[in-house]
Nanobody, 123 residues
């Protein structure tokens, strides 16, 4: 059984930075597609970006390109979302997710989810 746990959320001013972490328990972490999603109040869950298994490519939505960076430490079973130049519209609950599918942006194709961590960008 794979379990995911996010941490690192909080309140930050516009222009600030945060780093989210996702700890993954279970085997074969390096073989999972790891993704970050976010969900703002009243909105659907939105794909933010993902890291393809075994050191493959990393993808982002246009809204966060150049500001967010996904990285993973396969030795420690951790995946990170470094967020810089945060904007109020980045406010959401952020989730990490895992799937054995090679590449997908569709939330319903991810088998494993963390509980989410709140990120609030406000002055």
């Amino acid at each position: 059984q794979v379990q995911l746990a996010e941490s690192g959320g909080g309140l930050v001013q516009p222009g600030g930075s945060l780093r989210l972490s996702c700890a993954v328990s279970g085997e074969s972490f390096s073989t999972y597609l790891m993704a970050w999603f976010r969900q703002a109040p009243g909105s659907e869950r939105e794909f933010v970006g993902c890291s393809v298994r075994n050191g493959g490519a990393i993808y982002y939505i246009n809204a966060v390109k150049g500001r967010f960076t996904i990285s993973r430490d396969n030795a420690k079973n951790l995946v990170y979302l470094q967020m810089t130049n945060l904007k109020p519209e980045d406010t959401a609950v952020y989730f990490c997710a895992a799937t054995t599918t090679y590449y997908t942006r569709e939330a319903e194709e991810y088998e494993y989810w963390g509980q989410g961590t709140q990120v609030t960008v406000s002055s």
